[in-house]
């Protein structure tokens, strides 16, 4: 079966460092995307792996282990405005499957 | 600059009445998805096209039907919308579906669907 976990919630304060972990098990493995989506509008990409190891994208960083099915995403400098749901999603044959998403509070 | 444009962003209708949403974009891309997503929950594939060719999830309900005119174009017909259909359905474009690419998908911002 087809399946991504990643946690329901997690809250950091201001400037902190977060980090979103995804565990999946998928039919074929093309690529993993993280993408933030704010309440109410469209998801947006954020970060893209398909080999192992840690791509860097300013403030996010996204880690990649294909062998264990997992990955994290990495979001450093934490501001107001990264409160937001975190989607990991993983493009198996020409489809992606997404997790429910990491809903990402940052307090002051 | 909108590159995928979903309308209307909210959308009203009545228990068995059947409702189109549309999706179109600019980018020329090969592919388009039909996601359904309710709160909280994971974006669920409905189907997508590969320029002409329609490809269905298995578990999506006859209910739900799409069509693509031209590249420019996609819709999602709701013939009979029921209750737990009231969601956020977004449309998504990728250039193709082929390995060893670094292509996301561009959402739209999606259309609210409400049923009284």
């Known amino acids: 079966g087809q399946n991504i976990d990643q946690p329901t919630e997690m809250t950091a304060t201001e400037g902190a460092i977060v980090q979103i972990n995804c565990t999946y098990q998928t039919s074929g493995f093309n690529g993993l995307f993280w993408y933030q989506q704010h309440a109410g509008e469209a998801p947006t990409f954020l970060s893209y792996n398909v080999l192992d190891g840690l791509e860097e994208k300013g403030r996010f960083s996204s880690f990649l282990s294909r062998s264990k099915g997992y990955s994290y995403l990495l979001l450093k400098e934490l501001q107001m405005k990264d409160s937001a749901s975190y989607l990991c999603a993983v493009r198996g044959w020409g489809k992606f499957q997404f997790g429910a998403g990491t809903q990402v509070v940052v307090t002051p | 600059d909108a590159m995928v444009i979903q309308n209307p962003r909210y959308q009203v209708t009545q228990f068995g009445k059947p409702v189109t949403l549309s999706c179109s974009q600019t980018?020329?891309?090969?592919?388009m998805y039909w996601y359904q997503q309710k709160s909280s929950q994971a974006p669920k594939l409905l189907f997508h096209y590969y320029d002409k060719d329609f490809n269905n999830e298995a578990d999506t309900p006859d209910n739900f039907q799409s069509r693509r005119p031209n590249t420019s174009f996609c819709f999602l017909d709701i013939r009979s919308p029921g209750l737990g259909d009231a969601a956020m359905y977004l449309c998504?474009?990728?250039?193709?579906?082929?390995?060893?690419?670094?292509?996301?998908?561009?959402f739209g911002d999606g259309t609210r669907l409400s049923i009284l």
């Open positions: 998504a474009t990728s250039k193709a579906l082929g390995i060893h690419e670094n292509q996301p998908q561009h």
């Open positions: 980018l020329n891309h090969n592919v």
